[in-house]
T-cell receptor, first 114, second 116 residues
């Protein structure tokens, strides 16, 4: 079974501080892609960052970076210099190659405190 | 253009009504998806179309009927829904399976459906 676990239903961070959201997944496959999506309240779900499982280097997109530990099946998201606009529900997801089926975690609701 | 559009934004329908949701993308993506999302929950996959053919149906009740008229359009026909079907319905698209590569999904803004 393919599962994605986000163990932190809610997190909060002070503005300008750093926060890390955790994600673990379970798959017996070796080739897949990992993603973090952000869904602000009543707004569209958008892609934050992606990581190819075959790449050892951790992906980075501006203030967002991941810590990908393939052996541990862990894929955490670090948000640096948190901004009020980062407040959202964050979903971890992965997609097996070559399937077109995404598996989503249960989500982490992030609050940014001014 | 990385946009997926969905219409209508909001829909209220009675249990005996027939309505349709529409999704459109012009990114040349060959895979399109319907998801159902309840508040503060992850999206639940309903259907996947790959190259205009239904490839995944996650045991969705027959009161939901998908249709893919062409590679840019995806419809979801609704009939005899129940109040528990009230949710946000999301459409997404992705490049699809091309040479073993898969790509991220791009989501539309969703249709907020209320069944009365």
């Amino acid at each position: 079974a393919q599962t994605v676990t986000q163990s932190q239903p809610e997190m909060s961070v002070q503005e300008a501080e750093t926060v890390t959201l955790s994600c673990t997944y379970d798959t017996s496959e070796s080739d897949y892609y990992l993603f973090w999506y952000k869904q602000p309240p009543s707004r569209q779900m958008i892609l934050v960052i992606r990581q190819e499982a075959y790449k050892q280097q951790n992906a980075t997109e501006n203030r967002f970076s991941v810590n990908f530990q393939k052996a541990a099946k862990s894929f955490s998201l670090k948000i640096s210099d948190s901004q009020l606009g980062d407040a959202a529900m964050y979903f971890c997801a992965y997609n097996l190659v070559p399937a077109n089926q995404f598996y989503f975690g249960t989500g982490t609701s992030l609050t940014v405190i001014p | 253009d990385t946009e997926v559009t969905q219409t209508p934004k909001h829909l209220v329908m009675g249990m005996t009504n027939k309505k349709s949701l529409k999704c459109e993308q012009h990114m040349g993506h060959r895979a399109m998806y319907w998801y159902k999302q309840k508040a503060k929950k992850p999206p639940e996959l309903m259907f996947v179309y790959s190259y205009e053919k239904l490839s995944i149906n996650e045991s969705v009740p027959s009161r939901f009927s998908p249709e893919c008229p062409n590679s840019s359009l995806l419809n979801l026909h609704l009939h005899a829904l129940q109040p528990e079907d009230s949710a946000l319905y999301l459409c997404a698209s992705s490049q699809g399976d091309t040479g073993g590569q898969t790509y991220e999904q791009y989501f539309g803004p969703g249709t907020r459906l209320t069944v009365t």
